[in-house]
Protein backbone atom coordinates (compact mmCIF):
# COMPACT_ATOMS: atom_id res chain seq x y z
CA UNK A 1 0.00 0.00 0.00
CA UNK A 2 0.73 3.55 -0.38
CA UNK A 3 1.68 6.29 1.51
CA UNK A 4 0.07 9.50 1.10
CA UNK A 5 1.67 12.86 1.56
CA UNK A 6 -0.56 13.55 4.23
CA UNK A 7 1.10 9.96 6.42
CA UNK A 8 4.31 11.20 5.53
CA UNK A 9 4.44 14.39 6.83
CA UNK A 10 2.43 13.63 10.04
CA UNK A 11 5.42 10.75 10.54
CA UNK A 12 8.18 13.17 9.78
CA UNK A 13 6.37 16.75 11.45
CA UNK A 14 9.58 18.13 11.67
CA UNK A 15 9.13 19.37 7.97
CA UNK A 16 7.52 22.05 8.77
CA UNK A 17 9.34 24.58 10.97
CA UNK A 18 8.56 24.51 14.60
CA UNK A 19 5.74 27.54 15.54
CA UNK A 20 5.00 28.00 11.67
CA UNK A 21 1.43 28.42 12.29
CA UNK A 22 -0.96 26.19 9.52
CA UNK A 23 -3.71 26.36 7.19
CA UNK A 24 -5.46 23.33 5.75
CA UNK A 25 -7.40 23.02 2.52
CA UNK A 26 -9.05 19.50 2.18
CA UNK A 27 -13.09 18.18 2.35
CA UNK A 28 -14.43 15.05 3.85
CA UNK A 29 -11.99 12.89 1.36
CA UNK A 30 -9.10 13.69 2.73
CA UNK A 31 -8.23 11.00 5.13
CA UNK A 32 -5.15 8.27 5.50
CA UNK A 33 -5.34 4.46 4.87
CA UNK A 34 -7.34 4.08 7.99
CA UNK A 35 -10.35 6.68 7.05
CA UNK A 36 -8.78 9.27 10.12
CA UNK A 37 -9.67 12.86 8.44
CA UNK A 38 -6.56 15.09 7.59
CA UNK A 39 -7.68 18.25 10.11
CA UNK A 40 -7.62 15.49 13.22
CA UNK A 41 -4.34 13.82 12.09
CA UNK A 42 -2.47 17.11 11.79
CA UNK A 43 -4.07 18.54 15.08
CA UNK A 44 -2.04 15.88 16.74
CA UNK A 45 0.75 15.77 14.37
CA UNK A 46 1.07 19.86 15.52
CA UNK A 47 -0.39 20.49 18.84
CA UNK A 48 -2.23 23.62 18.70
CA UNK A 49 -0.34 24.90 15.18
CA UNK A 50 -3.43 24.28 12.83
CA UNK A 51 -5.32 27.74 13.19
CA UNK A 52 -7.84 27.66 10.24
CA UNK A 53 -9.64 25.21 7.04
CA UNK A 54 -10.18 25.52 3.70
CA UNK A 55 -12.78 23.82 1.40
CA UNK A 56 -12.43 23.77 -1.99
CA UNK A 57 -16.01 23.27 -4.54
CA UNK A 58 -19.01 21.18 -3.26
CA UNK A 59 -18.20 22.00 0.13
CA UNK A 60 -15.88 20.56 3.30
CA UNK A 61 -17.91 17.32 3.45
CA UNK A 62 -18.79 17.22 -0.56
CA UNK A 63 -22.44 17.64 0.15
CA UNK A 64 -23.10 20.07 -2.80
CA UNK A 65 -24.46 18.80 -5.78
CA UNK A 66 -23.23 20.24 -9.36
CA UNK A 67 -21.78 23.02 -10.70
CA UNK A 68 -22.11 27.45 -8.89
CA UNK A 69 -23.93 25.83 -5.68
CA UNK A 70 -22.69 27.14 -2.92
CA UNK A 71 -20.80 27.10 0.64
CA UNK A 72 -21.03 29.53 3.10
CA UNK A 73 -17.96 30.09 5.41
CA UNK A 74 -18.66 28.14 8.86
CA UNK A 75 -16.99 27.01 12.10
CA UNK A 76 -15.52 23.45 11.94
CA UNK A 77 -17.94 21.89 14.54
CA UNK A 78 -14.86 19.07 15.37
CA UNK A 79 -12.06 21.52 15.87
CA UNK A 80 -13.45 25.03 16.42
CA UNK A 81 -11.37 26.10 13.56
CA UNK A 82 -12.75 28.44 11.22
CA UNK A 83 -13.90 27.18 7.81
CA UNK A 84 -13.23 29.73 4.69
CA UNK A 85 -15.71 28.31 1.26
CA UNK A 86 -13.20 28.83 -1.60
CA UNK A 87 -16.30 27.86 -3.28
CA UNK A 88 -18.85 30.66 -2.54
CA UNK A 89 -18.76 34.15 -2.64
CA UNK A 90 -15.13 34.10 -3.36
CA UNK A 91 -13.27 31.80 -5.51
CA UNK A 92 -10.18 32.88 -4.36
CA UNK A 93 -8.78 33.44 -0.75
CA UNK A 94 -8.81 37.15 0.25
CA UNK A 95 -5.90 38.00 1.89
CA UNK A 96 -7.41 38.55 5.54
CA UNK A 97 -7.92 34.92 5.23
CA UNK A 98 -4.42 33.69 5.40
CA UNK A 99 -3.09 36.58 8.05
CA UNK A 100 -3.61 33.88 10.70
CA UNK A 101 -1.37 31.09 9.18
CA UNK A 102 2.19 31.05 7.78
CA UNK A 103 1.80 27.67 5.73
CA UNK A 104 -0.94 26.66 3.86
CA UNK A 105 -1.04 22.78 3.60
CA UNK A 106 -3.24 21.43 0.81
CA UNK A 107 -4.69 17.65 1.29
CA UNK A 108 -6.87 17.16 -2.20
CA UNK A 109 -7.86 14.10 -4.41
CA UNK A 110 -7.61 15.38 -7.83
CA UNK A 111 -8.91 13.05 -10.56
CA UNK A 112 -6.41 13.87 -13.39
CA UNK A 113 -8.58 15.77 -15.16
CA UNK A 114 -8.38 19.70 -16.29
CA UNK A 115 -11.90 20.72 -15.43
CA UNK A 116 -12.01 19.20 -12.30
CA UNK A 117 -12.10 22.62 -9.98
CA UNK A 118 -9.92 21.60 -7.19
CA UNK A 119 -6.43 22.46 -9.11
CA UNK A 120 -7.86 26.12 -9.99
CA UNK A 121 -8.36 26.73 -6.50
CA UNK A 122 -4.91 25.71 -5.56
CA UNK A 123 -3.68 28.12 -8.15
CA UNK A 124 -6.15 30.83 -6.54
CA UNK A 125 -4.35 29.76 -3.42
CA UNK A 126 -0.75 30.38 -4.21
CA UNK A 127 -1.37 34.09 -6.21
CA UNK A 128 -3.14 34.75 -2.80
CA UNK A 129 0.22 33.05 -0.81
CA UNK A 130 2.67 35.34 -2.92
CA UNK A 131 0.81 38.57 -1.94
CA UNK A 132 0.89 37.03 1.74
CA UNK A 133 3.86 35.49 1.94
CA UNK A 134 2.55 31.79 3.07
CA UNK A 135 4.27 29.13 2.08
CA UNK A 136 2.07 26.48 0.04
CA UNK A 137 2.83 22.70 0.85
CA UNK A 138 0.74 20.34 -1.05
CA UNK A 139 0.46 16.92 0.30
CA UNK A 140 0.82 14.60 -2.47
CA UNK A 141 -2.02 11.81 -3.71
CA UNK A 142 -2.48 9.48 -6.46
CA UNK A 143 -3.80 9.95 -9.51
CA UNK A 144 -6.31 7.72 -9.91
CA UNK A 145 -6.25 7.27 -13.99
CA UNK A 146 -2.24 6.94 -13.74
CA UNK A 147 0.66 8.93 -14.14
CA UNK A 148 1.15 7.54 -17.70
CA UNK A 149 -1.24 8.20 -19.64
CA UNK A 150 -2.13 12.30 -21.59
CA UNK A 151 -4.92 12.55 -24.24
CA UNK A 152 -6.51 15.75 -25.36
CA UNK A 153 -6.16 19.48 -27.04
CA UNK A 154 -4.26 21.42 -24.70
CA UNK A 155 -6.53 24.73 -23.20
CA UNK A 156 -6.12 27.99 -25.15
CA UNK A 157 -6.24 31.05 -23.46
CA UNK A 158 -9.20 32.86 -24.58
CA UNK A 159 -11.29 29.22 -23.28
CA UNK A 160 -9.74 29.90 -19.91
CA UNK A 161 -12.23 29.85 -17.24
CA UNK A 162 -12.57 28.70 -13.78
CA UNK A 163 -12.60 24.44 -15.29
CA UNK A 164 -8.97 25.45 -17.10
CA UNK A 165 -6.44 27.90 -16.50
CA UNK A 166 -3.29 26.43 -17.35
CA UNK A 167 -2.46 25.28 -21.07
CA UNK A 168 -3.13 21.47 -19.71
CA UNK A 169 -4.62 18.72 -21.96
CA UNK A 170 -8.04 17.24 -20.77
CA UNK A 171 -6.16 14.01 -19.32
CA UNK A 172 -2.87 15.38 -17.62
CA UNK A 173 -1.44 12.42 -16.27
CA UNK A 174 0.38 14.45 -13.47
CA UNK A 175 -0.48 13.94 -9.25
CA UNK A 176 -1.95 17.16 -7.64
CA UNK A 177 1.45 17.93 -6.74
CA UNK A 178 3.29 17.75 -10.05
CA UNK A 179 0.47 19.98 -11.69
CA UNK A 180 0.82 22.61 -8.75
CA UNK A 181 4.17 22.61 -9.62
CA UNK A 182 3.55 22.89 -13.16
CA UNK A 183 1.11 25.93 -13.27
CA UNK A 184 3.47 27.55 -10.17
CA UNK A 185 5.82 27.72 -13.07
CA UNK A 186 3.87 27.72 -16.41
CA UNK A 187 1.69 30.70 -15.07
CA UNK A 188 4.91 32.39 -13.30
CA UNK A 189 3.05 32.75 -10.38
CA UNK A 190 6.35 32.19 -8.58
CA UNK A 191 4.58 31.32 -5.35
CA UNK A 192 7.37 29.24 -2.34
CA UNK A 193 5.99 26.31 -3.18
CA UNK A 194 6.88 22.45 -1.84
CA UNK A 195 5.12 19.29 -2.39
CA UNK A 196 5.30 16.16 0.26
CA UNK A 197 5.77 12.86 -1.78
CA UNK A 198 3.80 9.63 -1.79
CA UNK A 199 6.00 6.39 -0.86
CA UNK A 200 5.20 3.50 -3.15
CA UNK A 201 3.57 4.98 -5.98
CA UNK A 202 4.63 4.49 -9.71
CA UNK A 203 3.11 6.28 -12.11
CA UNK A 204 1.87 3.15 -14.10
CA UNK A 205 -0.52 2.72 -11.32
CA UNK A 206 -4.13 3.38 -11.52
CA UNK A 207 -6.22 3.55 -8.48
CA UNK A 208 -6.90 -0.38 -7.37
CA UNK A 209 -3.05 -1.21 -7.67
CA UNK A 210 -2.75 1.80 -4.87
CA UNK A 211 -3.94 -0.76 -2.42
CA UNK A 212 -5.67 2.96 -0.75
CA UNK A 213 -9.33 2.99 0.14
CA UNK A 214 -11.95 5.37 -2.36
CA UNK A 215 -13.34 8.03 -0.84
CA UNK A 216 -15.59 10.23 -2.85
CA UNK A 217 -13.96 13.75 -3.25
CA UNK A 218 -17.11 14.63 -5.03
CA UNK A 219 -20.81 13.88 -4.77
CA UNK A 220 -20.76 12.21 -8.25
CA UNK A 221 -17.63 11.07 -7.99
CA UNK A 222 -18.11 7.93 -6.23
CA UNK A 223 -15.46 5.30 -7.02
CA UNK A 224 -12.74 5.05 -9.20
CA UNK A 225 -14.62 3.74 -12.23
CA UNK A 226 -16.17 7.03 -12.55
CA UNK A 227 -12.43 8.72 -12.83
CA UNK A 228 -12.10 6.80 -15.38
CA UNK A 229 -14.46 7.83 -17.69
CA UNK A 230 -14.55 11.15 -16.48
CA UNK A 231 -12.48 12.86 -19.14
CA UNK A 232 -14.68 12.22 -21.75
CA UNK A 233 -17.80 11.66 -20.18
CA UNK A 234 -17.15 15.22 -18.59
CA UNK A 235 -18.45 16.82 -21.95
CA UNK A 236 -22.35 16.11 -21.28
CA UNK A 237 -22.52 18.67 -18.65
CA UNK A 238 -21.79 21.46 -21.62
CA UNK A 239 -25.25 19.73 -23.05
CA UNK A 240 -28.75 18.79 -22.63
CA UNK A 241 -27.65 15.27 -22.56
CA UNK A 242 -27.96 13.41 -19.01
CA UNK A 243 -24.43 12.62 -18.03
CA UNK A 244 -25.99 10.41 -15.09
CA UNK A 245 -26.22 12.82 -12.42
CA UNK A 246 -29.72 11.80 -10.49
CA UNK A 247 -28.27 8.08 -10.87
CA UNK A 248 -26.06 5.50 -8.76
CA UNK A 249 -23.67 5.71 -11.71
CA UNK A 250 -23.06 9.11 -12.76
CA UNK A 251 -21.08 9.72 -16.06
CA UNK A 252 -21.04 6.13 -16.94
CA UNK A 253 -24.70 6.69 -17.85
CA UNK A 254 -25.52 9.20 -19.78
CA UNK A 255 -28.25 9.32 -22.38
CA UNK A 256 -31.59 11.11 -23.63
CA UNK A 257 -35.13 10.14 -24.11
CA UNK A 258 -34.16 10.59 -27.81
CA UNK A 259 -31.82 8.60 -28.18
CA UNK A 260 -32.01 5.29 -30.32
CA UNK A 261 -28.67 3.25 -29.49
CA UNK A 262 -28.61 1.24 -32.36
CA UNK A 263 -28.00 4.20 -34.42
CA UNK A 264 -25.51 5.68 -32.31
CA UNK A 265 -23.45 2.33 -32.85
CA UNK A 266 -23.70 2.11 -36.18
CA UNK A 267 -22.59 5.78 -36.22
CA UNK A 268 -19.16 5.01 -33.81
CA UNK A 269 -18.41 2.16 -36.46
CA UNK A 270 -16.11 4.54 -37.65
CA UNK A 271 -13.93 5.67 -35.23
CA UNK A 272 -11.69 2.90 -32.88
CA UNK A 273 -13.08 2.89 -29.49
CA UNK A 274 -11.04 0.42 -27.89
CA UNK A 275 -10.66 -0.82 -24.02
CA UNK A 276 -14.50 -0.30 -23.88
CA UNK A 277 -17.86 -1.62 -24.61
CA UNK A 278 -21.17 0.62 -25.04
CA UNK A 279 -24.05 -1.72 -23.28
CA UNK A 280 -27.71 -0.37 -24.69
CA UNK A 281 -30.06 0.50 -21.37
CA UNK A 282 -32.83 2.74 -19.97
CA UNK A 283 -32.39 5.01 -16.60
CA UNK A 284 -34.48 7.28 -14.92
CA UNK A 285 -32.60 10.17 -13.19
CA UNK A 286 -34.32 10.84 -9.86
CA UNK A 287 -32.34 14.50 -10.35
CA UNK A 288 -31.22 16.89 -12.91
CA UNK A 289 -31.27 16.70 -16.38
CA UNK A 290 -34.64 14.66 -17.59
CA UNK A 291 -35.73 13.80 -13.89
CA UNK A 292 -38.60 11.24 -13.54
CA UNK A 293 -38.18 10.96 -17.11
CA UNK A 294 -37.06 7.63 -19.31
CA UNK A 295 -33.69 7.64 -20.99
CA UNK A 296 -32.67 6.07 -23.38
CA UNK A 297 -28.79 5.50 -23.40
CA UNK A 298 -25.87 3.49 -22.39
CA UNK A 299 -23.49 2.34 -19.70
CA UNK A 300 -19.93 2.58 -20.23
CA UNK A 301 -17.62 -0.16 -19.20
CA UNK A 302 -13.89 -0.27 -19.53
CA UNK A 303 -12.56 -3.29 -20.60
CA UNK A 304 -8.85 -2.01 -20.19
CA UNK A 305 -8.16 0.69 -18.62
CA UNK A 306 -4.63 0.89 -20.67
CA UNK A 307 -5.79 1.50 -24.04
CA UNK A 308 -9.07 3.12 -22.75
CA UNK A 309 -9.31 6.94 -24.79
CA UNK A 310 -11.90 8.13 -22.93
CA UNK A 311 -11.91 11.96 -24.37
CA UNK A 312 -11.82 10.03 -27.74
CA UNK A 313 -14.54 8.24 -26.86
CA UNK A 314 -16.77 10.81 -25.73
CA UNK A 315 -15.72 13.14 -28.75
CA UNK A 316 -16.84 10.40 -31.25
CA UNK A 317 -20.58 10.16 -28.83
CA UNK A 318 -21.07 13.87 -29.19
CA UNK A 319 -20.39 14.23 -32.53
CA UNK A 320 -22.93 11.14 -33.50
CA UNK A 321 -25.55 12.08 -31.53
CA UNK A 322 -25.69 16.05 -32.69
CA UNK A 323 -25.53 14.53 -36.10
CA UNK A 324 -28.17 12.38 -35.34
CA UNK A 325 -30.63 14.08 -33.29
CA UNK A 326 -29.94 18.00 -34.46
CA UNK A 327 -33.98 18.51 -33.90
CA UNK A 328 -33.20 17.70 -30.29
CA UNK A 329 -29.88 17.94 -29.07
CA UNK A 330 -28.80 21.60 -27.43
CA UNK A 331 -25.62 22.90 -25.71
CA UNK A 332 -25.81 24.19 -22.62
CA UNK A 333 -26.29 28.06 -22.64
CA UNK A 334 -24.08 29.81 -20.11
CA UNK A 335 -23.75 30.28 -16.89
CA UNK A 336 -21.45 27.78 -16.30
CA UNK A 337 -18.70 27.73 -13.25
CA UNK A 338 -19.62 31.92 -13.01
CA UNK A 339 -19.04 32.00 -17.00
CA UNK A 340 -21.62 34.09 -18.33
CA UNK A 341 -21.14 34.80 -22.01
CA UNK A 342 -19.00 31.94 -23.30
CA UNK A 343 -20.47 28.68 -24.35
CA UNK A 344 -20.26 25.75 -21.54
CA UNK A 345 -18.86 23.56 -23.96
CA UNK A 346 -16.07 25.94 -25.28
CA UNK A 347 -15.17 26.34 -21.72
CA UNK A 348 -15.10 22.05 -21.34
CA UNK A 349 -13.19 21.34 -24.42
CA UNK A 350 -10.70 24.16 -23.91
CA UNK A 351 -10.73 25.28 -27.68
CA UNK A 352 -13.33 26.84 -29.69
CA UNK A 353 -11.95 24.88 -32.53
CA UNK A 354 -12.39 21.21 -31.44
CA UNK A 355 -16.50 22.29 -31.09
CA UNK A 356 -16.53 23.58 -34.59
CA UNK A 357 -14.69 20.50 -36.13
CA UNK A 358 -16.75 18.28 -34.32
CA UNK A 359 -20.03 19.97 -35.68
CA UNK A 360 -18.44 19.78 -39.09
CA UNK A 361 -17.69 16.01 -38.69
CA UNK A 362 -13.99 15.39 -38.89
CA UNK A 363 -12.98 11.82 -37.81
CA UNK A 364 -11.63 12.00 -34.27
CA UNK A 365 -9.37 10.91 -34.89
CA UNK A 366 -7.67 13.07 -37.37
CA UNK A 367 -8.20 15.62 -34.98
CA UNK A 368 -6.52 14.33 -32.66
CA UNK A 369 -3.37 14.02 -35.06
CA UNK A 370 -3.44 17.89 -35.08
CA UNK A 371 -2.92 17.80 -31.38
CA UNK A 372 0.52 15.81 -31.10
CA UNK A 373 3.13 17.98 -31.76
CA UNK A 374 1.54 20.47 -28.75
CA UNK A 375 1.17 17.40 -26.51
CA UNK A 376 4.30 15.98 -26.85
CA UNK A 377 5.46 19.29 -26.10
CA UNK A 378 3.25 19.04 -22.84
CA UNK A 379 4.74 15.87 -22.11
CA UNK A 380 8.48 17.07 -22.26
CA UNK A 381 7.50 20.25 -19.89
CA UNK A 382 5.80 18.23 -17.66
CA UNK A 383 8.44 15.75 -17.16
CA UNK A 384 10.91 17.67 -15.63
CA UNK A 385 8.71 18.10 -12.82
CA UNK A 386 7.86 14.65 -12.27
CA UNK A 387 8.09 13.54 -8.21
CA UNK A 388 7.66 9.75 -9.10
CA UNK A 389 9.31 6.91 -11.26
Known amino acids: ?11 SPEKIPEGRR ?14 HHARDLLCRAFPGRLTA ?23 DQVSGLPVYSLYGETRKPYPSMFADIDVLLVDLIDVGTRVYTFIWTVVH ?29 LLREDCASFVGRCPIPMRHGLTIGELA ?23 HMMFPATGYPWVFPSPNMPSPAT ?4 PGQVLWEGTNISEGRGTTLPFELFGAPFFHQEEILTMLARTALPGCRLRPLRF ?23 VFQPYRTSLALLQAVRSLYPDHFAYKEPPYEYEYQRLPMDLILGDRSVRLAVEDGVLIEELEREWQTELQTYRQRSSTLFLYD
Open 284 to 306: EPTSGKWAGQGCNGFQIHVTDPE
Open 53 to 75: LFSPQHGFFSEKQDNMIESDHSI
Open 125 to 153: CLETAVATDVKVVILDRPNPIGGHLVEGN
Open 227 to 230: ALVY
Open 1 to 11: MIRTGLEQICG
Open 22 to 35: LGLLSNQASTDHGY
Open 181 to 203: LFCNREMQINADLDVIPMAGWKR
